[in-house]
Nanobody, 130 residues
Framework: QVQLVESGGGLVQAGGSLRLSCAASGGTFSRYTMSWFRQAPGKEREFVAAISWSGISTNYADSYADSVEGRFTISRDNAKKTVYLQMDRLKPEDTAVYYC???????????????????WGQGTQVTVSS
């Protein structure tokens, strides 16, 4: 199976942008649905965005959490075995550790439940100052 390493986190002012990357090694990257989750201090890990192996999904409307819809964009490059999260118009409430996660692809569906993902990266900190 793949191993995941996130990068690109940092400190940014409100309204700014960051792009997170998640590089996979081992396994066959294109067989996985990829997602981003985040966890703020004292809160549960929550879904941010997901993308199928092909970028096309039956439930495409479930690609983003409501809180990030229109501000964040998930994408992937299967040749580079990397998934990205472009984050624009960042808000202080976006501050969290961001995790990349992988789940075996199934019928092109997207999944937002934490417990359905069995492969996780170590996380990267994103801090948005007001």
């Amino acid at each position: 199976q793949v191993q995941l390493v996130e990068s690109g986190g940092g400190l940014v002012q409100a309204g700014g942008s960051l792009r997170l990357s998640c590089a996979a090694s081992g396994g066959t990257f294109s067989r996985y649905t990829m997602s981003w989750f985040r966890q703020a201090p004292g809160k549960e890990r929550e879904f941010v965005a997901a993308i199928s192996w092909s970028g096309i999904s039956t439930n495409y409307a479930d690609s983003y959490a409501d809180s990030v819809e229109g501000r964040f964009t998930i994408s992937r490059d299967n040749a580079k075995k990397t998934v990205y999260l472009q984050m624009d118009r960042l808000k202080p409430e976006d501050t969290a550790v961001y995790y990349c996660a992988a789940k075996g692809s199934f019928a092109g569906l997207l999944f937002s439940r934490v417990d359905l993902y069995n492969i996780w990266g170590q996380g990267t900190q994103v801090t948005v100052s007001s």
